[in-house]
C-alpha cells in the first residue's frame, strides 16, 4: 500500500557538560490516503528525520537540533497543511494535498500510531502506542455506577418481571408437560366382546322356565337362553297373561347372570289378530298384506302345505296365506306392520329380554307384485307341490337386508347391547346385507358345516365347506354353529365331545338344544368348563383365525399378539392320523390344554407336552394344545 507520513518530532531535554543520557525520543505519525504521493525527505533534507536526529559515528547531539519541535496539523476549513511552529512546509501542501477530496479522506481518518523511544535508542529500542479508535475505548461501568442502578425502581421492577416471567412459563412447560403425557392417546385395551359371543347359547321349547332350565344352562355355561315365542302371540305381548310368562322367564336367570333371547315369528297373524280384523273392515288398512280384488288377480304360488297360497276372506277378495289356513302373511315393510312389530320390540326390551332371533327372514313380503312362480329343475315332486315352483318371486325380496338392519338399529338404539338375528339359516347371504354394506342381523346361520359334523365326512370336504362359508360371509363374520336343528344324538358319528371342542374356537358361537336327546346332554361337565375358559381368552376373544393344511386332520389355531396360541386338530376319519406340522410360526413342542374325552393315544395327557411335527389324533377325536408363538428375527 503507498503511503506517506506526516512527521511530528519532538525531542526533549538538551545536551549536558557531564554527557548525561538524553531523554527519550517521540515520534508521531499520520496515515494519508493511499492516492497521495508520496513526498521523499530527500526533497526536504531540512526536516527529515535521519538529518536532524541520527549523529554521526563517534559524534555528539547538537543541542540546537534536539530542540526543534515541529507538527503537522489538517486545517479542515481550507484543506492545507500548516506547520504549527518553525513554519516548517516548503510547499509540502501543494504536493501532499491534491484538493478538497483528499482533505476529507485525511479528515475522516485520524488513526494514530505513538512510536516511543526508551532506553539507548541508539540501538533502536522502541515502543508502540496504538491509541483509541475513532474515539475513547469502552472501559465499562464503575461500582457506584453499578449500584445506582441496581437500586433504581425501575430497573429493580424489571428484574422481578424477568425473574417471575422466566419461573411462570417454566412452570407452564412442565404442567403442558404433564398435561401432554397424561391425556395423550393411549393403546386401548380391546373391547369385550358382546354377551351373545361369549358363551354357548341353549335353546329351550316351552315357553316356561323351569329348574332344571337354570341348572342346564348353568352346566354348559350358557351366556343365554333361547325360548320361542308361539307364532299366535308375537303381536299379543301385551296381554297380561304372555307378560307374565316373559317375565318369569327373565327373572329365573336373573341371579345366574344369564340373557334371555325370544325367538319369534313375525311375518303372519292369524285371522283374529287385530291387524287382521281391521283390514276387513277398513280398507285402508288392508296395505298390512297382500290383498288382491278379483280371481284374475291372483298367482299361481303355493303354500308350504302344498295347497294354493291364496285365502278367499270374502267374495272377490283373496288374501296371501303361505303358513296354513287362517294364517295371513304380512308386508313387512308397510308402515303400520313395522308401528306393530317395533312396538312389539320395545316392549319385549322393557321387559327384560336382551336379544331377538327372527324366523322365517327369507319369506319377508316387500312387494304386492306376485308373478307367477316359474317350474324348478327339480324333478322329484308334482306340479301340485311346494317343492315343484321356484319361489324366486316369494322369498328373498329385494330389500331384505335394508329392512333387517332398521330393525336391528331400533332395538340397539333402545338397549346398545341387545341383539337381534336370524333362526334360520340365511341360505343367500348376499341378500341379507344393507346397501351401506353391513349384515342386516348379528350373528346369521349359514352353511352345511354343522350337518356334516353331526352325519361325519372326511376331511377335505369339511375343509371345503368352510372355506365355502368364509368366502360367502367373509373372514370377520361370525355364526351361529346351530346344533339345536339337529338330528338326535344317537345318529352321531363322532363323539359329541370332539365336535364341542372342535367347534367352539371357530369363530362363532354354538347353539345347542337342552333336551335328552341333544347333542351335548351327556357331556362332562369339565368339557363345557374349558370351552368357557377358552372363549374368554383374549387369542379367541380378539385373535387371528389360520388353517393349517395336514393330510387327515383338520387344523388350526386361534393366536393373539402377546398371548398364549391355542391349535386345533379334529380327526373325522376312523383311523388314527398323526399330523406333521412344520411351520415357523409354531415351536417344536406344544403343551396340551383339553382332550375329547374318546382320545386313547398313550402318554398324552393335559399339562403333557407334545412334538408339533408329530401330533398323534385318534379316530373321530380333538386335542386342544397351547403354545407360545415363535417370532421371526
Excluded at 534 to 541: A, D, E, G, W
Amino acid at each position: 500500500m503507498k503511503s506517506t507520513a506526516i512527521l511530528k518530532l519532538h525531542v526533549n531535554g538538551s545536551a549536558s557538560s557531564n554527557k548525561e543520557q538524553p531523554p527519550p525520543l517521540e515520534e508521531f505519525y499520520k496515515q494519508l490516503p493511499e492516492d497521495q504521493e508520496f513526498v521523499h525527505p530527500e526533497k526536504y533534507p531540512e526536516n527529515s528525520v535521519e538529518s536532524s536526529t541520527k549523529p554521526e559515528l563517534g559524534g555528539t547531539t547538537n543541542p540546537e537540533q534536539t530542540k526543534v519541535d515541529s507538527a503537522a496539523v489538517t486545517n479542515k476549513e481550507n484543506g492545507t497543511m500548516v506547520a504549527e511552529q518553525n513554519g516548517l512546509n516548503d510547499g509540502a501542501d501543494e504536493q501532499m494535498l491534491s484538493g478538497a477530496e483528499d482533505n476529507e479522506k485525511l479528515a475522516d481518518k485520524r488513526e494514530e500510531v505513538k512510536f516511543i523511544k526508551g532506553g539507548d535508542h541508539q540501538n533502536g529500542d522502541a515502543k508502540i502506542d496504538i491509541g483509541a479508535v475513532n474515539g475513547k475505548a469502552f472501559t465499562g461501568m464503575s461500582k457506584e455506577e453499578l449500584m445506582k442502578y441496581a437500586n433504581d425502581p425501575f430497573w429493580v421492577r424489571l428484574r422481578w418481571i424477568f425473574f417471575l416471567g422466566f419461573w411462570a412459563i417454566w412452570a407452564g412447560m412442565l404442567i403442558c408437560a404433564i398435561f401432554i403425557i397424561v391425556e395423550a392417546p393411549k393403546c386401548a385395551a380391546p373391547e369385550p366382546l358382546p354377551w351373545y359371543k361369549r358363551g354357548l347359547l341353549a335353546k329351550f321349547n316351552a315357553l316356561e322356565a323351569v329348574a332344571s332350565d337354570i341348572d342346564s344352562a348353568k352346566v354348559v355355561g350358557a351366556s343365554a337362553v333361547i325360548y320361542e315365542l308361539p307364532p299366535a302371540l308375537t303381536y299379543s305381548v301385551h296381554d297380561p297373561a304372555v307378560e307374565q310368562k316373559l317375565k318369569a322367564i327373565v327373572e329365573s336367570y336373573k341371579n345366574a347372570d344369564i340373557n334371555v333371547i325370544l325367538d319369534l315369528t313375525p311375518n303372519y297373524v292369524p285371522s283374529n289378530s287385530t291387524l287382521f280384523t281391521e283390514a276387513k273392515s277398513d280398507k285402508s288398512k288392508r296395505s298390512a298384506f297382500i290383498w288382491k280384488e278379483g280371481a284374475q288377480n291372483i298367482s299361481n304360488w303355493r303354500s308350504l302345505q302344498n295347497t294354493s297360497a291364496w285365502d278367499q276372506v270374502e267374495v272377490g277378495n283373496y288374501v296371501l296365506s303361505q303358513f296354513g289356513a287362517g294364517l295371513y302373511d304380512l308386508k313387512m315393510n308397510d308402515v303400520n306392520v313395522k308401528n306393530q312389530f317395533e312396538d312389539v320390540l320395545k316392549h319385549l326390551l322393557a321387559l327384560g329380554i336382551k336379544g331377538f332371533r327372527l324366523k322365517n327372514t327369507k319369506f319377508f313380503l316387500l312387494s304386492d307384485k306376485t308373478p307367477d312362480e316359474v317350474v324348478s329343475s327339480d324333478g322329484n315332486f308334482g306340479h301340485t307341490d311346494y317343492g315343484f315352483w321356484t319361489h324366486t318371486h316369494s322369498t328373498f325380496q329385494e330389500g331384505l337386508g335394508d329392512l333387517l338392519y332398521e330393525y336391528k338399529m331400533f332395538v340397539k338404539n333402545i338397549s346398545a347391547d341387545a341383539f337381534l338375528s336370524v333362526a334360520d339359516d340365511i341360505l343367500r347371504p348376499e341378500v341379507y346385507h344393507a346397501k351401506n354394506g353391513e349384515w342386516g342381523v348379528d350373528l346369521p346361520i349359514y352353511g352345511p358345516l354343522v350337518h356334516t359334523l353331526h352325519t361325519g365326512s372326511n376331511v377335505a370336504k369339511l375343509r371345503s365347506e368352510f372355506e365355502d362359508i368364509r368366502n360367502a360371509v367373509g373372514n370377520d363374520t361370525w355364526l351361529q354353529w346351530n346344533f339345536a336343528e339337529q338330528s338326535p344324538a344317537a345318529n352321531l358319528k363322532s363323539d359329541p365331545s370332539a365336535i364341542a371342542l372342535f367347534v367352539s374356537l371357530l369363530p362363532g358361537v354354538p347353539v345347542v338344544a337342552m333336551t335328552n336327546t341333544s347333542l351335548f346332554t351327556d357331556l362332562n361337565p369339565e368339557v363345557f368348563a374349558e370351552i368357557k375358559q377358552l372363549r374368554l381368552s383374549p387369542s379367541y376373544m380378539h385373535g387371528e383365525y389360520n388353517v393349517f393344511p395336514a393330510e387327515g386332520l383338520f387344523a388350526y389355531s386361534r393366536i393373539k399378539s402377546g398371548n398364549p396360541g391355542y391349535f386345533v386338530a379334529f380327526n373325522p376319519s376312523n383311523t388314527t392320523v398323526k399330523g406333521e406340522f412344520v411351520y415357523p410360526s409354531l415351536p417344536d413342542k406344544m403343551s396340551v390344554y383339553a382332550l375329547s374325552e374318546n382320545y386313547n393315544i398313550s402318554g398324552i395327557t393335559v399339562k403333557s407336552k407334545v412334538q408339533t411335527n408329530s401330533v398323534e389324533v385318534p379316530p373321530e377325536a380333538t386335542i386342544i394344545l397351547t403354545y407360545v408363538p415363535v417370532t421371526s428375527g
